[in-house]
């Protein structure tokens, strides 16, 4: 035995770690099966030209070189099926068999081997013609095996699997290098056949075992500086020592040996200088722009911790490496909030166009988990072969156009994934371009993770801030309609709103307790729908948030329909959950689609469970008040909001302007009623009247129960013309509904109007009572109007109030009289021709002295006209006129503040009233305007015109009374009229009618109707 026997010995050794790692890997696929039998072939063959070469069996040498002939030529066909299965899918019939088959009918037959040869060294076969040809035969078959097998790796995308065949190549190189030279008259006596056999297993051994493939191009990059820097230093270390050798002349010696140690260590420092020279010159030379995006990319991460904030690292990293690896799109994607799903978070390039940037995969989807369990990159050619894999995720990875995907691990922890994109010019991935990547992964996965839970927690800390800036705004006040409006605009900098609402169950429906949006909203604050097949019962049913983000392709419930019209495109109902107990849902909308992430989803979550206590507390709250100004057996308001809304009323409009009407009403006959059937009989028909009332009713009048059976109404905004419509439906409804129950019983009214009939609380409230007791006094079943009507009776009106009210008349008078000199004179004749004029029809004294007061007042609303207009010499403009006719308002608005001058406001505010209808401020006319009031218009007039004016002298008698003649009818109450004339033709009013000199008050200038201003 010689020790070339020792050399297949040792490749079948060799050949067991291959065997081991294979038999680790199943289950197998067709080319594990393939490959498996090749290396047993080849072991085997290793085996037995062992024991051939060996003399061990030296008798049955000639048994062992056929055996091993066969075993080589069956490891031959093996080897095809095992480059066939590689690049052609599931084979046909194995006709290559028929060669083993016939090389073994050919050993046995004796005409292969022909027999076998001894040296004193070797051994060798002698193989014959046939064996020749059957290697043709297979030669020819692993060619085109080879030919095809090049062919495809041209087109595959995955640069380790190309990597593998190129490997495998190599080996097949080896092998068949070998069986040239073994076949060579040179090599047959030595195992030249299974030195090439050693040198594959040895191959594949480090490419199976190792798994880390290099790219061809490294190792010719770095073995071509590795070789210069060999070659220089063996050169530079022969001259030194040539040197030393001729300078020294020494032999071997001590000196000899320090001159070598000098030497080598000289020999050391030249090759590191080399080395450093040659290696970035190289590799800059070779790998051009790249090279410097690489040495950013290298120096960035090994100072990575340094990076101040996520964002710059990210935006850093992706573009560096970008460029680094030549590809035209990159992303990061991190998980969108703890256990989310990963989302595009960096991209390059950061454009709108970059696909990758709405990249989004799940966190316990295929992909995720396939990363996370494989710790492994992935390749777009590895996607289709996962079976559980979404077709949406995949749909997603095919439009961002991904190549590859990259985990970010620290431990057995996924932190983010990097997706990258195809390379420039249609390059595939090379090794080195995975290295670069694996290594960026690997030294930012720590340092990213460190920076995302930081920058989460800033993000948190604002986010908690924002939710506790908003439930601050919700619990500031208990009124949440107030401070909604408020609330959503602060929402706005968190989340897109257009429309939202807070909506809250009440007995299987739903209410609309607040709104807020930039569109019109289908329904008002307040409203209310039923609860079924609406968002909110769904929420409140399953006790979760829901988000629909495209209400244009899908939607679940029928009132959404309504904000689609109105450009609604997607929606969030977040549940408000009080003691695991669902109130209702905040609404949140928008008029773009999918405007909601998973985060801001959660956020909305929590807050609607951090506000839904305070409106609870607010629902409570607005229920208890509500309760405390409801009456409970009508149901509606009681006396004390009455006259909180009374006052608040006043305040408004005394504040900002406007009218409003009041109404007071009483049922006729209830007392007997109630003595007849009983209390509880009576308050069952105030219950009903009650609902009359509330059925009869516009929806922005107020009802209120006053006590007993007295009700009052306010309605805003409402002149006394349109209450007194609202005032016979009630009647007529209440009195068709008692009398179709064969019930004696109806109702009076009595309506005042602001400012007219008062402006105080008080005021109103007796000229309501006023008017009410005159309905009632005409027999009931009747609505009146104040200034239509005869006022409260001077008996029911006490003397001490009367004291005052006289008291009350001089202190204004005086006021008008300091205001305008004129007016003092013009009133007193006024009150001297009213006077005289009632007297005349026969009134009573009471009424005699209220016209009286009247007449001295009637003019007290001057004091609002500014001395310029008061006092104008030329013709009044509009404007000048809108002003003029406000004192009549004015005047009735101030006396109506005095207690006991109430009945007066009449004759101050109507006595420019024509009794055609033409006057102001209403435009009554005919016996519609106060018995006083039209007796001061003509008392009023006619002192007009028997006065002096700046622009004429005054009329004399006798034209003043062909003025009065012709107005009569137009102007003035006619009767009234003709009793004035034969007043003055009497001669009853000589001393008022003498000319005075002076300056007197401007009368109407412009106009045939003489009226003083």
């Given at each position: 035995m010689?020790?070339?026997?020792?050399?297949?010995?040792?490749?079948?050794?060799?050949?067991?770690?291959?065997?081991?790692?294979?038999?680790?890997?199943?289950?197998?696929?067709?080319?594990?099966?393939?490959?498996?039998?090749?290396?047993?072939?080849?072991?085997?063959?290793?085996?037995?030209?062992?024991?051939?070469?060996s003399?061990?069996?030296?008798?049955?040498?000639?048994?062992?070189?056929?055996?091993?002939?066969?075993?080589?030529?069956?490891?031959?066909?093996?080897?095809?099926?095992?480059?066939?299965?590689?690049?052609?899918?599931?084979?046909?019939?194995?006709?290559?068999?028929?060669?083993?088959?016939?090389?073994?009918?050919?050993?046995?037959?004796?005409?292969?081997?022909?027999?076998?040869?001894?040296?004193?060294?070797?051994?060798?076969?002698e193989?014959?013609?046939?064996?020749?040809?059957?290697?043709?035969?297979?030669?020819?078959?692993?060619?085109?095996?080879?030919?095809?097998?090049?062919?495809?790796?041209?087109?595959?995308?995955?640069?380790?699997?190309?990597n593998?065949?190129?490997?495998?190549?190599?080996?097949?190189?080896?092998?068949?290098?070998?069986?040239?030279?073994?076949?060579?008259?040179?090599?047959?006596?030595?195992?030249?056949?299974?030195?090439?056999?050693?040198?594959?297993?040895?191959?594949?051994?480090y490419?199976?075992?190792?798994?880390?493939?290099?790219?061809?191009?490294?190792?010719?990059?770095?073995g071509?500086?590795?070789t210069?820097?060999?070659?220089?230093?063996?050169?530079?270390?022969?001259?030194?020592?040539?040197?030393?050798?001729?300078?020294?002349?020494?032999?071997?010696?001590?000196?000899?040996?320090?001159?070598?140690?000098?030497?080598?260590?000289?020999?050391?420092?030249?090759?590191?200088?080399?080395?450093?020279?040659?290696?970035?010159?190289?590799?800059?030379?070779?790998?051009?722009?790249?090279?410097?995006?690489r040495?950013?990319?290298?120096?960035?991460?090994?100072?990575?911790?340094?990076?101040?904030?996520?964002?710059?690292?990210?935006?850093?990293?992706?573009?560096?490496?970008?460029?680094?690896?030549e590809?035209?799109?990159?992303?990061?994607l991190?998980?969108?909030?703890?256990?989310?799903?990963?989302?595009?978070?960096?991209?390059?390039?950061?454009?709108?166009?970059?696909?990758?940037?709405?990249?989004?995969?799940k966190?316990?989807?295929?992909?995720?988990?396939?990363?996370?369990?494989?710790?492994?990159?992935?390749?777009?050619?590895?996607?289709?072969?996962?079976?559980?894999?979404?077709?949406?995720?995949?749909?997603?990875i095919?439009?961002?156009?991904?190549?590859?995907l990259?985990?970010?691990?620290?431990?057995?922890?996924?932190?983010a994934?990097?997706?990258?994109?195809?390379?420039?010019?249609g390059?595939?991935?090379?090794?080195?371009?995975?290295?670069?990547?694996?290594?960026?992964?690997?030294?930012?996965?720590?340092?990213?993770?460190?920076?995302?839970?930081?920058?989460?927690?800033?993000?948190?800390?604002?986010?908690?801030?924002?939710?506790?800036?908003l439930?601050?705004?919700?619990?500031?006040?208990?009124?949440?309609?107030?401070?909604?409006?408020?609330?959503?605009?602060?929402?706005k900098?968190?989340?897109?709103?257009?429309?939202?609402?807070?909506?809250?169950?009440?007995?299987?429906?739903?209410?609309?307790?607040?709104?807020?949006?930039?569109?019109?909203?289908?329904?008002?604050?307040g409203?209310?729908i039923?609860?079924?097949?609406?968002?909110?019962?769904?929420?409140?049913?399953?006790?979760k948030?829901?988000?629909?983000?495209?209400?244009?392709?899908?939607?679940?419930?029928?009132?959404?329909?309504?904000?689609?019209?109105?450009?609604?495109?997607?929606?969030?109902?977040?549940?408000?959950?009080?003691?695991?107990?669902?109130?209702?849902?905040?609404?949140?909308?928008?008029?773009?689609?999918?405007?909601?992430?998973?985060?801001?989803?959660q956020?909305?979550?929590?807050?609607?469970?951090?506000?839904?206590?305070?409106?609870?507390?607010?629902?409570?709250?607005?229920?208890?008040?509500?309760?405390?100004?409801?009456?409970?057996?009508?149901?509606?308001f009681?006396?004390?909001?009455?006259?909180?809304?009374?006052?608040?009323?006043?305040?408004?409009?005394?504040?900002?302007?406007?009218?409003?009407?009041?109404?007071?009403?009483?049922?006729?006959?209830?007392?007997?009623?109630?003595?007849?059937?009983?209390?509880?009989?009576?308050?069952?028909?105030?219950?009903?009247?009650?609902?009359?009332?509330?059925?009869?009713?516009?929806?922005?009048?107020q009802?209120?129960?006053?006590?007993?059976?007295?009700?009052?109404?306010?309605?805003?905004?409402?002149?006394?013309?349109?209450?007194?419509?609202?005032?016979?439906?009630?009647?007529?409804?209440?009195?068709?509904?008692?009398?179709?129950?064969?019930?004696?019983?109806?109702?009076?009214?009595?309506?005042?109007?602001?400012?007219?009939?008062?402006?105080?609380?008080?005021?109103?409230?007796?000229?309501?009572?006023?008017?009410?007791?005159?309905?009632?006094?005409?027999?009931?079943?009747?609505?009146?109007?104040?200034?239509?009507?005869?006022?409260?009776?001077?008996?029911?009106?006490?003397?001490?109030?009367?004291?005052?009210?006289?008291?009350?008349?001089?202190?204004?008078?005086?006021?008008?009289?300091?205001?305008?000199?004129?007016?003092?004179?013009h009133?007193?004749?006024?009150?001297?021709?009213?006077?005289?004029?009632?007297?005349?029809?026969?009134?009573?004294?009471?009424?005699?002295?209220?016209?009286?007061?009247?007449?001295?007042?009637?003019?007290?609303?001057?004091?609002?006209?500014?001395?310029?207009?008061?006092?104008?010499?030329?013709?009044?403009?509009?404007e000048?006129?809108?002003?003029?006719k406000?004192?009549?308002?004015?005047?009735?608005?101030?006396?109506?503040?005095?207690?006991g001058?109430?009945?007066?406001?009449?004759?101050?505010?109507?006595?420019?009233?024509h009794?055609?209808?033409?006057?102001?401020?209403?435009?009554?006319?005919?016996?519609?305007?106060?018995?006083?009031a039209?007796?001061?218009?003509?008392?009023?007039?006619?002192?007009?015109?028997?006065?002096?004016?700046?622009?004429?002298?005054?009329?004399?008698?006798?034209?003043?009374?062909?003025?009065?003649?012709?107005?009569?009818?137009?102007?003035?109450?006619?009767?009234?009229?003709?009793?004035?004339?034969?007043?003055?033709?009497?001669?009853?009013?000589?001393?008022?009618?003498?000319?005075?000199?002076?300056?007197?008050?401007?009368?109407?200038?412009?106009?045939?109707?003489?009226?003083?201003?």
């Open positions: 010689n020790n070339y026997v020792l050399i297949p010995l040792i490749t079948a050794i060799i050949f067991i770690p291959l065997l081991v790692t294979l038999l680790g890997s199943r289950p197998w696929q067709r080319q594990q099966k393939s490959f498996f039998v090749f290396l047993i072939t080849a072991m085997l063959w290793s085996l037995s030209s062992f024991l051939f070469y003399n061990i069996f030296i008798q049955n040498e000639l048994l062992l070189a056929k055996i091993t002939i066969c075993i080589g030529i069956l490891m031959a066909i093996q080897l095809h099926y095992f480059l066939r299965s590689l690049y052609q899918g599931q084979g046909r019939i194995p006709y290559a068999y028929i060669i083993v088959a016939g090389a073994i009918g050919l050993a046995a037959t004796g005409y292969i081997p022909k027999g076998v040869t001894f040296t004193e060294i070797s051994v060798s076969a193989y014959g013609t046939w064996f020749i040809a059957l290697l043709v035969i297979i030669a020819i078959l692993l060619g085109r095996d080879i030919y095809l097998l090049a062919r495809r790796q041209t087109f595959l995308a995955d640069p380790r699997e190309r593998q065949i190129n490997y495998l190549f190599a080996s097949l190189a080896v092998l068949f290098t070998s069986f040239v030279v073994g076949f060579t008259p040179a090599g047959r006596g030595y195992p030249v056949f299974h030195i090439g056999n050693f040198a594959m297993a040895g191959i594949l051994t490419a199976v075992v190792t798994r880390q493939l290099l790219d061809i191009k490294v190792i010719f990059r770095r071509l500086v590795w210069i820097m060999s070659f220089g230093a063996v050169a530079a270390y022969l001259i030194l020592f040539f040197l030393l050798h001729v300078i020294f002349d020494f032999n071997i010696s001590f000196t000899t040996v320090a001159a070598a140690i000098t030497a080598a260590a000289w020999v050391a420092m030249f090759a590191y200088w080399m080395f450093t020279i040659l290696s970035p010159g190289v590799e800059q030379r070779l790998t051009g722009e790249k090279y410097n995006y040495q950013q990319l290298f120096n960035l991460t090994s100072k990575a911790d340094t990076v101040s904030t996520l964002e710059e690292l990210g935006n850093k990293v992706i573009s560096l490496l970008c460029q680094s690896v590809c035209y799109r990159a992303c990061l991190l998980p969108e909030f703890e256990e989310g799903d990963f989302s595009a978070t960096f991209s390059c390039p950061p454009m709108e166009d970059n696909a990758m940037q709405k990249l989004n995969l966190q316990d989807g295929t992909i995720a988990n396939w990363l996370r369990r494989e710790a492994r990159f992935i390749s777009k050619g590895d996607f289709v072969k996962l079976d559980s894999m979404n077709q949406r995720e995949y749909e997603d095919h439009f961002a156009k991904v190549e590859m990259f985990p970010l691990m620290k431990q057995d922890r996924l932190i994934i990097l997706a990258m994109g195809e390379k420039q010019n390059k595939l991935y090379t090794v080195e371009d995975i290295e670069i990547i694996e290594s960026v992964a690997s030294r930012i996965a720590a340092i990213m993770e460190r920076q995302y839970l930081y920058a989460q927690l800033e993000e948190r800390e604002k986010e908690l801030s924002s939710i506790s800036r439930t601050n705004i919700v619990i500031s006040s208990m009124d949440i309609r107030g401070i909604f409006e408020g609330f959503s605009q602060q929402l900098d968190i989340v897109a709103i257009d429309w939202s609402a807070v909506t809250l169950i009440e007995n299987e429906q739903l209410c609309f307790s607040a709104l807020s949006g930039t569109i019109s909203s289908p329904w008002q604050t409203e209310r039923p609860l079924e097949g609406t968002g909110s019962e769904w929420v409140i049913k399953h006790g948030s829901l988000y629909e983000p495209d209400l244009g392709q899908h939607r679940m419930f029928w009132t959404e329909d309504n904000l689609v019209k109105r450009g609604i495109q997607s929606i969030v109902y977040s549940p408000l959950l009080v003691t695991g107990k669902s109130i209702g849902t905040l609404v949140i909308a928008s008029c773009q689609p999918n405007a909601y992430s998973a985060k801001q989803l956020l909305l979550e929590q807050l609607a469970s951090q506000i839904a206590a305070p409106i609870e507390n607010s629902r409570l709250y607005t229920q208890a008040e509500q309760k405390a100004r409801i009456d409970d057996l009508t149901g509606l009681n006396r004390r909001h009455f006259e909180e809304r009374l006052e608040d009323e006043i305040a408004r409009h005394s504040r900002y302007g406007g009218i409003f009407s009041m109404l007071i009403l009483d049922l006729d006959s209830f007392k007997t009623y109630n003595d007849i059937y009983g209390h509880l009989a009576g308050d069952k028909l105030l219950r009903e009247v009650g609902g009359i009332i509330k059925n009869s009713i516009r929806s922005a009048d009802a209120f129960r006053y006590g007993g059976d007295e009700f009052t109404f306010i309605l805003p905004e409402t002149n006394i013309d349109d209450a007194y419509m609202v005032a016979e439906r009630i009647r007529k409804e209440i009195a068709a509904e008692m009398k179709a129950r064969n019930i004696i019983l109806t109702c009076s009214i009595g309506l005042v109007h602001y400012p007219s009939n008062g402006a105080t609380f008080n005021t109103l409230m007796e000229t309501a009572d006023a008017a009410l007791y005159y309905a009632k006094t005409k027999g009931g079943n009747q609505c009146y109007i104040h200034s239509k009507t005869p006022p409260q009776p001077p008996a029911m009106v006490r003397q001490e109030t009367m004291g005052i009210s006289l008291n009350a008349i001089y202190a204004l008078t005086s006021v008008v009289e300091a205001r305008d000199h004129y007016t003092y004179g009133s007193r004749k006024v009150n001297s021709y009213a006077i005289a004029l009632a007297k005349a029809i026969e009134l009573p004294n009471d009424e005699i002295t209220k016209i009286s007061a009247s007449a001295s007042l009637h003019d007290v609303g001057k004091i609002g006209i500014p001395d310029d207009i008061l006092n104008k010499k030329g013709n009044f403009t509009e000048d006129w809108k002003i003029i406000a004192h009549t308002k004015l005047g009735a608005s101030i006396i109506g503040s005095v207690p001058l109430v009945s007066c406001i009449p004759a101050v505010l109507y006595h420019h009233e009794y055609d209808g033409s006057g102001y401020p209403e435009g009554l006319k005919g016996d519609e305007i106060p018995l006083e039209r007796i001061l218009a003509i008392a009023d007039a006619f002192s007009a015109m028997t006065s002096v004016r700046p622009y004429r002298g005054p009329l004399s008698l006798e034209q003043a009374i062909e003025e009065l003649k012709r107005n009569a009818g137009t102007q003035f109450d006619p009767k009234l009229a003709e009793v004035f004339i034969n007043l003055i033709e009497s001669g009853s009013f000589e001393k008022e009618i003498t000319i005075q000199s002076g300056t007197e008050a401007q009368s109407d200038r412009g106009t045939k109707k003489h009226q003083n201003i």
